[in-house]
Antibody, heavy 120, light 107 residues
Framework: EVQLVESGGDLVQPGGSLRLSCAAS????????MTWVRQAPGKGLEWVSV???????YYADSVKGRFTLSRDNSQNTLYLQMNSLRSEDTAVYYC??????????????WGQGTVVTVSS | EIVMTQSPATLSVSPGERATLSCRAS??????LAWYQQKPGQAPRLLIY???TRATGIPARFSGSGSGTEFTLTISSLQSEDFAVYYC?????????FGQGTKVEIK
């Protein structure tokens, strides 16, 4: 079964760090564009970051310089390292897979989400 | 950045009726637009990609149209399971951007 499972969400103080994981099964993450999308409580969806099948990364301005997206091909897992966390980073974080291998596109597979709360 | 604007914010519809949701882009692009459905406590679900192609397993009552700056999602006959929030997203440019969502509620 094609599936994504996020983990690592937690309560963290402002200025702190957290690493989210997204474990894939049923497909190879390195063959697809993989993205992170977040949703603040009661708000809409916000695109956060992408890792290309070739390994390049791109970030939303709101997280650039603070978040780092990486991939462990041997574990078939994505990692989102989040540093210098702010209250406005509080959200459910989803990882998602673009539909077509090696090409950017709509996201057809989503994880269930992991909750990050930034608060003192 | 392409700004996506959805209207209306809330749409009240009776079961069996037709619902028409709009999405406008601040810049023109061809067809790299998706629609997602989200129910409370769930992840988004892909409905439409390429502005008009239904994703796998999506019922035929969902249809998408448009290009340029104006896009539309139509639900021909609302079923109880269709009451949810719907988001459009452009994937033509980075950063990808979503509309703010349209909530389809029971009238």
């Amino acid at each position: 079964e094609v599936q994504l499972v996020e983990s690592g969400g937690d309560l963290v103080q402002p200025g702190g760090s957290l690493r989210l994981s997204c474990a894939a099964s049923g497909f190879t993450v390195s063959s697809f564009y993989m993205t992170w999308v977040r949703q603040a409580p009661g708000k809409g969806l916000e695109w956060v970051s992408v890792i290309y099948s070739g390994g390049s990364t791109y970030y939303a301005d709101s997280v650039k310089g603070r978040f780092t997206l990486s991939r462990d091909n041997s574990q078939n897992t994505l990692y989102l390292q989040m540093n210098s966390l702010r209250s406005e980073d509080t959200a459910v974080y989803y990882c998602a897979r673009d539909r077509v291998p090696t090409k950017p596109g709509a996201s057809d597979i989503w994880g269930q989400g992991t909750v990050v709360t930034v608060s003192s | 950045e392409i700004v996506m604007t959805q209207s209306p914010a809330t749409l009240s519809v009776s079961p069996g009726e037709r619902a028409t949701l709009s999405c406008r882009a601040s810049q023109s692009f061809s067809s790299n637009l998706a629609w997602y459905q989200q129910k409370p406590g769930q992840a988004p679900r892909l409905l439409i990609y390429g502005a008009s192609t239904r994703a796998t397993g999506i019922p035929a009552r969902f249809s998408g149209s448009g290009s340029g700056t104006e896009f539309t999602l139509t639900i021909s006959s609302l079923q109880s399971e269709d009451f949810a929030v719907y988001y459009c997203q452009q994937y033509n440019n980075w950063p990808r951007t979503f509309g703010q969502g349209t909530k389809v509620e029971i009238k």
